[in-house]
């Protein structure tokens, strides 16, 4: 089955850098879009990121865009988003998802706090 584990958020200081990480396994990794996902306290699951298969696309939302980068390896089944200059917007629990056959997938999270 789908299985989808993210690592590496934590608490940063505004202005501060991630890098999450986003195992994946019970698929073909290297024929799947990739895509972040994250939710703030109080609000809806908002589309953050997506990079293609062979990683040639990526798309992000406007609110991150030159901010955070994309990026996968399909030898190790991994998704990355390398995260810069954090503010205090940005803190939420980060998903990792993959829409494989009609159904999307979800992760379990990893939480990110941007806080001084």
């Known amino acids: 089955q789908v299985q989808l584990v993210e690592s590496g958020g934590g608490l940063v200081q505004p202005g501060g850098s991630l890098r999450l990480s986003c195992a994946a396994s019970?698929?073909?990794?290297?024929?799947?879009?990739m895509s972040w996902y994250r939710q703030a306290p109080g609000k809806e699951r908002e589309w953050v990121a997506d990079?293609?298969?062979?990683?040639?696309?990526?798309h992000y939302a406007d609110s991150v865009k030159g901010r955070f980068t994309i990026s996968r390896d399909n030898a190790k089944k991994t998704v990355y988003l390398q995260m810069n200059s954090l503010n205090n917007e940005d803190t939420a629990v980060y998903y990792c998802?993959?829409?494989?056959?009609?159904?999307?997938?979800w992760g379990q999270g990893t939480q990110v706090t941007v806080s001084s």
């Open positions: 998802s993959v829409n494989k056959s009609g159904s999307r997938y």
């Open positions: 019970g698929f073909t990794f290297s024929t799947q879009t």
């Open positions: 990079i293609s298969m062979s990683a040639v696309l990526t």
